[in-house]
């Protein structure tokens, strides 16, 4: 190969790994792409959940699937996202987990809006196996209800945050409960834990959120089937 060819042959792949990186600047997308390793959502879900005006969501989502990042099929009047596949959840977990070890900004937000999460006890994935082997815990999934039904750890009960304290009958007060949520810097987990302690429950949040778990190809069940 030519200097010169193996010259364009290297700025024009670079150039397309560089969409990926483009793509990926922004904090809306990131945010959009954590909430879609939850599941498919439509764009009006995703802008509430992100606080972004429909217009604006559909516009990040544009360039994520420019991308090829995520991928979108339409029902009716209504467009439904989800990831491009399991290795872009991938990508976003190991920049975020770079940003935490890296960045010293990271750890200062994280402990300071997380100053709270200090008292809570925590379990990981691996001690969370031991005890679903051992049938000793319940475990809690407190993400809204649609996220639960496109995923969940097996015999999770779904009780979203919002409710939580409705319906603190359904929870057994003579087993450990380990509640999670979305990721390591979603609340819902912490809010769940400080709740029921409160209430007199033992009870732990789980350290790694649903797409963690999943990434550690441990078993996860879905209430929904899958839409080409």
Not at 31 to 48: K, N, P
Request: hydrophobic share 40%.
């Amino acid at each position: 190969m030519k200097t010169e060819t193996k010259r364009q042959f290297k700025d024009e792949l670079y150039a397309q790994f560089a969409r990926i990186g483009k793509a990926l600047a922004n904090p809306h997308r990131l945010e959009l792409l954590e909430l879609l390793a939850q599941g498919e959502r439509t764009v009006e879900d995703l802008a509430g959940e992100a606080n972004l005006p429909i217009a604006n969501a559909s516009q990040h989502l544009q360039v994520l699937r420019a991308a090829q990042l995520v991928e979108v099929r339409r029902d009716g009047l209504y467009a439904y996202y989800r990831l491009g596949n399991e290795r872009v959840f991938r990508v976003w977990q190991a920049l975020r987990d770079l940003g935490d070890l890296q960045l010293a900004e990271v750890n200062r937000l994280v402990h300071s809006f997380l100053e709270d999460r200090g008292p809570l006890q925590s379990i990981n994935a691996a001690e969370l196996i031991q005890h679903m082997k051992a049938g000793d815990v319940v475990i809690l999934d407190v993400r809204p209800e649609l996220e639960y039904q496109f995923g969940h750890i097996p015999e999770a009960r779904s009780i979203p945050i919002a409710e939580l304290e409705t319906r603190l009958g359904e929870l057994p007060r003579n087993q450990e409960i380990i509640a999670y949520c979305r990721g390591p810097y979603c609340v819902f987990a912490d809010e769940a834990v400080t709740l029921l302690q409160k209430h007199g429950y033992r009870v732990r949040r789980l350290v790694e959120g649903l797409p963690d778990w999943q990434a550690l190809n441990l078993p996860v069940e879905s209430m929904v089937e899958k839409n080409e």
